[in-house]
């Protein structure tokens, strides 16, 4: 995919962006001016953006009333650079990241209950406002997590998104330490899942389809590898007393339905893979077991600080390859080859 070029407007224009001007358009560098905080804003310098296959989303146009051009980018990592006049409890300097959830209108009824997660109205960033692919960004407030110390730039972005999906996922899925939990795909979501699953201390079953990837899911911290191409990794499952467990992160329908029987007695199979094509179960498949099928979407802001925060802990770290913000053309048809390993990230 290539990136084009526009010229420079006539003034000053100190800050580079990458940007989609249209659905469908290609990525364009222009050169912006640095803007300013309002009152609830923080301005971040820019060191790191993930590129994730939600940024498909800007780029073709799929989501309903985004208003163009539109700099994308949700797996922001910087520094607060200058702050709004009402912001409290953060400071210049200090670093921050901004994810999937950017803000909420603290006024609806979900809001009202605290669940911020599920607000009416929630702002998307690098959608609803223009985000990490460029060099300066401005974030609502209550869109920010702080980074803490020991972890680089380059590896907080993938936790803001891919990376407190799969937390989130694992630490509420009611599965307690030395359960069966497996890992579905390994890729952008499922090597940090495998990694997760083991620091909380399950016995993780990795599931992929190539022979090739079991030495890095044992690597990654999976106790089992199960190749679903050659076995009925269902089965292979039941065998070993069947999963409390399953996190589904392969955009592959088919592949989820077949590993529902793979779940023990209550266990839970929690979807985070986004396919458009129906999950297939039988009423009978749930009854028995008392078996459930679960959706879980990324987090809050606070969950991606809990995500950095166990990260830092204990060593779990994004595989991640770094491309310039000026080749964010080439970045984002990496990431859509579905060949990197596994998270593909800018830096300024
Ligand atoms: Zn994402
Ligand atoms: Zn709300």
């Not at 922001?76 to 300097?93: H, R, S, Y």
């Not at 590898?225 to 467990?245: P, R, V, W």
């Not at 459930?292 to 802990?313: C, K, R, W, Y």
Request: aromatic fraction near 6%; proline fraction near 6%; charged fraction near 20%.
């Amino acid at each position: 995919m290539a990136t084009m070029r526009v010229a420079a407007a006539p003034q000053v224009a100190p800050m580079m962006a990458a940007q989609i001007s249209k659905p469908g358009g290609e990525f364009e560098i222009v050169e912006r001016e640095i803007p300013e905080p309002g009152a609830r804003q923080v301005r971040i310098r820019v060191q790191a953006c993930g590129v994730c296959h939600s940024d498909v989303f800007v780029k073709e146009g799929l989501w309903p009333g985004i208003q163009y051009p539109r700099v994308p980018g949700h797996e922001v990592a910087g520094i607060i650079d200058e702050m709004g006049a009402e912001v409290t409890g953060w400071k210049k300097g200090q670093r921050v990241g901004v994810g999937w959830h950017g803000g909420q209108d603290n006024t609806c009824v979900e809001c009202r209950r605290g669940r911020f997660l599920y607000c009416r109205n929630p702002k998307v960033a690098g959608i609803s406002y223009d985000g990490g692919y460029q060099q300066y960004m401005l974030a609502p407030v209550e869109a920010l997590a702080a980074i803490p110390n020991t972890l680089s730039d380059a590896e907080a972005g993938p936790l803001l998104c891919a990376g407190v999906t799969t937390f989130n996922a694992l630490r509420h899925s009611g599965a307690s330490p030395g359960d069966l939990v497996a890992v579905q795909g390994i890729g952008g979501l499922g090597h940090l899942g495998i990694q997760f699953a083991n620091r909380f201390g399950f016995k993780v079953a990795a599931i992929g389809r190539d022979a090739e990837n079991a030495s890095l899911a044992k690597k990654l911290g999976a106790n089992v590898y199960i190749d679903s191409k050659t076995t009925n990794a269902a089965e292979e499952l039941q065998k070993l007393g069947g999963a409390q467990a399953i996190l589904a992160t392969a955009p592959n329908s088919k592949a989820m339905s077949e590993l529902i029987d793979g779940l023990g007695p209550t266990g839970k199979f929690i979807v985070v893979g986004i396919s458009p094509d129906p999950i297939a179960v039988t009423p009978l498949q749930l009854i028995s077991g008392e078996r459930a099928i679960q959706g879980s979407a990324v987090g809050t802001p606070t969950d991606s600080e809990d995500t950095m925060n166990f990260a830092e802990l204990t060593g779990v770290r994004p595989m991640i390859e770094t491309y310039p913000l000026d080749k964010a053309g080439e970045a984002y048809a990496r990431m859509l080859s579905g060949k990197a390993e596994f998270r593909v990230v800018l830096t300024m």
